[in-house]
C-alpha cells in the first residue's frame, strides 16, 4: 500500500485510512497527499503501534497532533512531524497559567522529535511523556537551549536506555552535554554530534555505566574548537567507567585517523572494546569504524 499512499492524492489518503483503521499497525504518512482532513481518519486507527509523520510538509499545530494521538492507546513509536508549529497561541483566559499538559499514547516507547520543537514544549509537555518511554531521539531542532534540554533530561533520563541527540541544534555549545551520561545512567547506546560534547564526558561518568553502542557525529558546521579524543574514550573503557563499551562509530570530521598518535589511540581503544567482549560477552560486534557523514 505504500506506492499508492505516497502518490495518492490527499482524499484518498483519508478514504484509505478510514476503511484499514481497523488493521492498520504501521503508517508512514506521505509528504504532500498527507492533509488536515487525513488526521480525523488517523484517530479512528486505533491499532497502530507505529506512526511516522516526519515527511509531512504541511505545518500542524501541536494541539491537533495530540488530539489525533489521544485515541491511538496502543501507540509504541512516534516520529514527529517536521513540520509542526510553535504553540498555539495564547488564548484570553490562559495568560496566567501554562497550558495543560497533552496526553501522551501510554505506551509509548520511542519518540522522535524534530523540527518546530521549541524550550516550552521541553518544559510543559514532554517531560510528561509516560513512563514506557526508552528511546528518545532530538535532532533539527534549532529552537531548543541548553537549559531546558538538560532539565528534560533529568527528568527522563534514568528510564532513557537509547538516545540521539544530534545537529543542528544551534543554541547548543560545544561541552554543553557533558554531563548527559550522569543525566541517564542506564543508557545502552548514545549518538551525540561532538559539537555539543567535549573529552570532559569521559570523564564525568560514574563507574560502571552500562553504555555499550557509542556513535560520535560531527556537523560541517563545526568549530576548530569541537574534537573527542579516542585517548579519552580508551581511559573511560580501562578505568571501568564504560566497561561494557563495545562499539565505537566515529565521524571522519573527527580526524581519529590523521595522525600518528590518534591512530595508537584508535588502536589501543579497539583492544581494550575487543578484551572487554572476550571477558563479558555481550553480544555487540566489538570495534572502532569511522563514518563517512
Known amino acids: 500500500m505504500g506506492e499508492l499512499v505516497h502518490n495518492s492524492s490527499k482524499s484518498l489518503t483519508a478514504r484509505l485510512l478510514g476503511r484499514l483503521k481497523g488493521n492498520l499497525e504501521i503508517f508512514v504518512a ?24 516526519s515527511l509531512i510538509s504541511a505545518s500542524i ?21 517536521r513540520s509542526s508549529r510553535l504553540p498555539d497561541p495564547v488564548r484570553k483566559g490562559e495568560e496566567n497559567g501554562p497550558p495543560e499538559p497533552y ?33 528518545l531521539s532530538i535532532q533539527h531542532c534549532p529552537l531548543t537551549h541548553a537549559s531546558f534540554l538538560l532539565a528534560t533530561l533529568q527528568a527522563l533520563g534514568p528510564r532513557l536506555t537509547h ?13 554543553i552535554l557533558d554531563s548527559l ?13 561532538a559539537d555539543f560534547i567535549s573529552n570532559e564526558m569521559f570523564e564525568l561518568i560514574a563507574q560502571g555505566h552500562p ?18 579524543d579516542a585517548g579519552s574514550v580508551v581511559d573511560a573503557v580501562q578505568g571501568g567507567k564504560l ?3 563495545r562499539s565505537v562509530r566515529v565521524s571522519v570530521r573527527l580526524a581519529w585517523s590523521a595522525g600518528e598518535g590518534s591512530r595508537r589511540e584508535v588502536g589501543a581503544l579497539v583492544r581494550a572494546l575487543e578484551e572487554g567482549e572476550r571477558g563479558r560477552a555481550l553480544g555487540v ?9
Open 285 to 293: 560486534r566489538a570495534g572502532v569504524w569511522v563514518m563517512n557523514d
Open 61 to 81: 499545530s501541536n494541539k491537533q497532533l495530540f488530539q489525533t494521538l489521544r485515541p491511538l492507546t496502543s501507540l509504541e513509536t512516534l516520529y514527529f512531524p
Open 30 to 53: 506521505p509528504q504532500a497527499s498527507f492533509a488536515v482532513n487525513s488526521f480525523a481518519a488517523l484517530s479512528k486507527c486505533v491499532k497502530l503501534k507505529e506512526l511516522d509523520l
Open 211 to 228: 553504555l555499550r553502542i557509542l556513535d560520535l557525529d560531527c556537523s560541517p558546521q563545526a568549530s576548530a574548537d569541537v574534537g573527542v
Open 163 to 175: 538516545l540521539t541527540i544530534r545537529h543542528p541544534m544551534s543554541q547548543l555549545q560545544v561541552g
Open 103 to 135: 496526553h501522551w499514547p501510554p505506551q509509548l516507547s520511542a519518540l522522535h522529535l524534530a523540527g518546530g520543537i521549541d524550550d516550552q514544549f521541553l518544559e510543559r509537555q514532554l517531560v510528561h511523556a509516560p513512563v514506557s518511554l526508552r528511546r
Open 243 to 245: 566497561a561494557d563499551l
Open 181 to 193: 551520561l550522569l543525566l541517564c545512567p542506564h543508557l545502552l547506546a548514545l549518538r551525540i554530534s
